[in-house]
């Protein structure tokens, strides 16, 4: 046993005092208060050395042998009164005395499994939430466990104990949970021990914590939302403790970090963040410490925005638009400017202003939202400190988009939307209202004016090929999208195709002039911004690229209707909507309808002409304008 836990350490004491405290050491309540008192005043003097004489005193009081086993673990008077009661207040003098005045390091060994036993005991067996900050888990547990982990032999029996970061767990609820204005201290301590990485070593490591969080990993996101909820209100936790212990669960439950082929990606914990609300929760953080400690950090900024920034990108280039319009609610836009300052920001923010919120204006919800979040950094991106930033010109390219994608969402909102149809039956082609229309009950897509004409797609058409396969191709109910967001990608095309027909058709000329006799279908790209167009062949092998979890069956059957829409003379136009959803492209084909084939015949006509190959694009483009006539909307059809 280590001298200062000794009896005999008590003869360092006046005699009264020593006689007061062997008292107490043997059990009696009375001389264990006083002692308790004189502790307590000496904490708060200059002789707080003096206190460490009294450690054989709670030391004795801890021994394991007075932990009540059977019987009577339900009365509530052994917490008030007896061996258990004195048992508290030795534990809570301990703890506390471990925060005023360093303990010897190598008293750790015989100190910690009487602590520990007692800890697990008043965890099990308490009554009311009072005895919890004291006695068990709590401010008192982290912040006395965060004194002893720095020591690297403290640190081992720490993290070998079974059930310690369960308990970590369990002290973190609580520190959530309570109004106690020293939480604050708490929060530091907890943040010392999530910054260990011998804190969550391994697999068992991961799962007891979230065992002690409420058993499941959406529990543990739970108090990680929590903790960064708090963070701006105690100002604690600023080397960015939090993320370096996320990293090390996801490690330790196997999530060893992105492959070179797929770029960034959430492990189950991150996942887990996501549905709990991390991105908002951190975007509000990190906008509160801005605006409140924008003079402060304009020398220093702590590693915690920069890494908040970080994860914060990875969670949208991740995860994708259904994180964003609840981040730019809470403050997104202003992090980009306020952080543009901050070299270690400029990475990451270019990357979110020039690929994150730039695809993001094609979501309806994204755009909602937006005019009202520039609105609150008008002035402060007007900043000369802004203007000059790395990230700026990438922010006025966004600008720009988002003002064009503005007007389109407005007329979008003002004008009704008529929702018109095409029969599908490709040997009718009759375009009418909705209503007029009637849908196939097995595939839920297709549309047909008649049951005549529904029969001859059957028979004919081969729609019988292909009924079950298609739906998971086309932007239709059947896909995991909000209907305002379908109706809003659907007529965003439409806008865009309108916008762009010339040099569609131009690309589509350059095509057929390269590939004669090839079908090909139209991609539209949304995930960068401002719309792309590319002219691909339509084969196979091009669409596994686009559908590449599809199996080739159904890919079989979406490669014959498309094939099938080619042999219609281009009546049927296969237009193919791309955008971005976190890591993953995703491709939805949305057929334009027409109601003549002139326009394409005479794009084929003009792809035969001798030198075509040759001709600069603009020319190209200015012979298929003549040739279809100037603004004439005859050709253009319906999404």
């Known amino acids: 046993m280590h001298q200062a836990l000794r009896l005999s350490f008590l003869d360092a004491l006046p005699h009264t005092d020593k006689r007061m ?73 301990i703890c506390t005395m471990a925060l005023f005045i360093p303990l010897p390091s190598d008293i750790f060994s015989d100190l910690w499994p009487r602590l520990w036993k007692w800890v697990e005991f008043f965890d099990a067996y308490r009554f009311t939430d009072d005895e919890i900050d004291e006695t068990g888990p709590g401010i008192t547990f982290v912040n006395f466990v965060s004194r002893f982990l720095p020591d690297k032999i403290a640190r081992g029996i720490l993290t070998s104990t079974p059930g310690v970061r369960r308990m970590v767990a369990r002290s973190w609820i609580l520190l959530l949970q309570t109004s106690n204005p020293v939480v604050g201290y708490g929060f530091n301590a907890l943040a010392t021990i999530l910054h260990s990485p011998a804190v969550v070593a391994s697999r068992a490591d991961a799962e007891e914590f979230i065992e002690g969080a409420g058993g499941g990993v959406e ?32 490690i330790s439950l196997g999530f060893t970090g992105p492959q ?25 953080m990190i906008d509160s410490l801005m605006r409140k400690n924008a003079s402060a950090y304009a020398t220093h900024i702590p590693p915690l925005i920069v890494k908040a920034v970080h994860f914060l990108l990875m969670l949208f280039v991740t995860s994708g638009p259904p994180l964003i319009p609840d981040a730019l609610r809470a403050g997104l836009l202003y992090i980009v400017v306020s952080c543009s300052r901050v070299n270690q920001c400029t990475r990451d923010l270019t990357t979110l202003v020039e690929e994150v919120l730039s695809s993001s204006v094609v979501s309806y919800a994204t755009l909602s939202v937006l005019e009202d979040s520039l609105a609150t950094v008008q002035e402060i991106s007007k900043s000369p400190k802004f203007l000059s930033s790395p990230v700026f010109k990438h922010w006025k390219t966004f600008i720009e988009l988002f003002d064009e994608r503005l007007a389109f969402l407005r007329e979008f909102n003002e004008g009704e939307q008529k929702r018109r149809k095409v029969c599908d039956n490709v040997r009718c082609g009759k ?56 109706t809003f990608m659907r007529a965003l095309l439409s806008h865009e195709y309108r916008k762009i027909a010339i040099d569609m058709y131009t690309k589509q000329v350059v095509f057929m002039a390269q590939n004669p006799s090839t079908p090909f279908f139209t991609l539209f790209q949304f995930d960068r911004g401002r719309v792309q167009i590319e002219v691909q062949p339509l084969t196979i092998s091009r669409l596994r690229v686009l559908w590449p979890d599809r199996d080739d069956r159904r890919l079989g059957g979406l490669h014959n209707d498309l094939l099938r829409a080619a042999r219609s003379a281009h009546r049927v136009d296969v237009h193919v909507l791309a955008r971005t959803e976190g890591l993953k492209e995703q491709f939805f084909l949305v057929p334009l309808r027409l109601q003549t084939s002139f326009g394409y015949e005479t794009l084929a006509q003009i792809s035969k002409q001798p030198g075509v190959h040759n001709m600069q694009f603009e020319h190209l483009a200015q012979m298929i304008r003549r040739e279809l006539g100037v603004d004439d909307d005859k050709y253009l059809g319906i999404h």
């Open 21 to 93: 405290a062997l008292a107490a050491a043997g059990g009696s309540e009375k001389d264990l208060y006083a002692i308790q008192r004189l502790v307590t005043d000496i904490h708060f003097n200059d002789d707080r050395e003096k206190s460490r004489l009294f450690l054989p005193v709670f030391y004795a009081n801890l021994d394991r042998a007075k932990i009540p086993i059977g019987d009577g673990l339900d009365d509530r008077s052994i917490f008030t009164a007896g061996p258990v009661h004195l048992a508290m207040i030795s534990l809570q003098q």
């Open 219 to 250: 529990d543990l996101a739970s108090l990680i939302v929590g903790y960064v909820d708090r963070i701006a209100q105690e100002n604690f936790g600023l080397d960015g403790e939090i993320f370096n212990f996320i990293r090390n669960v996801e």
């Open 260 to 284: 070179a082929s797929n770029g960034m990606m959430l492990g189950p914990l991150s996942t887990a963040l996501c549905a709990a609300g991390i991105a908002t929760s951190l975007t509000l």
């Open 431 to 486: 375009i009418g209202d909705r209503s007029l229309f009637k849908r196939c009950s097995s595939c839920k897509s297709c549309y047909y004016c008649s049951p005549k004409c529904q029969k001859i797609d059957w028979l004919a058409g081969e729609h019988r090929n292909f009924c079950q396969s298609y739906p998971s191709f086309r932007l239709s109910e059947l896909q995991p999208i909000p209907v305002r967001e379908r």
